[in-house]
């Protein structure tokens, strides 16, 4: 059974940092594209980023680039998402996906993603 599982969510000031992870387990961790995106209350649910099986080839949404970095440490089946230079719009439910290898151009796409974590809530406050 697949299950991601985020933490490191929390309240923090505009301006202000935030370090999300999410871990995976049930899978084979190095055959998966993971993402992240997140649902602000009466949104759709939005890309932020990707990183490809190897860790080699990043991808953001233009909103977060240049703020958000996405890793990840495969020998702990985890992905990381760091979040600097935080503002209000940034606050919304984050989760992260996992998709087998795909076309890139769908990356930003989340119905291309198999599974999903619960997410953790991201508020920031002005």
């Known amino acids: 059974q697949v299950q991601l599982g985020e933490s490191g969510g929390g309240l923090v000031q505009s301006g202000g940092s935030l370090s999300v992870s999410c871990a995976a387990s049930?899978?084979?961790?190095?055959?998966?594209?993971m993402g992240w995106f997140r649902q602000a209350p009466g949104k759709e649910r939005e890309f932020v980023a990707a990183?490809?099986?190897?860790?080699?080839?990043?991808f953001y949404a233009d909103s977060v680039k240049g703020r958000f970095t996405i890793s990840r440490d495969n020998a702990k089946n985890t992905v990381y998402l760091q979040m600097n230079s935080l503002k209000p719009e940034d606050t919304a439910v984050y989760y992260c996906a996992a998709r087998r290898t795909g076309i890139l151009s769908t990356i930003q796409d989340p119905t291309q993603y198999a599974y999903w974590g619960q997410g953790t809530q991201v508020t920031v406050s002005s």
């Open positions: 990183i490809r099986r190897s860790g080699g080839g990043t």
């Open positions: 049930g899978l084979t961790f190095t055959t998966y594209t």
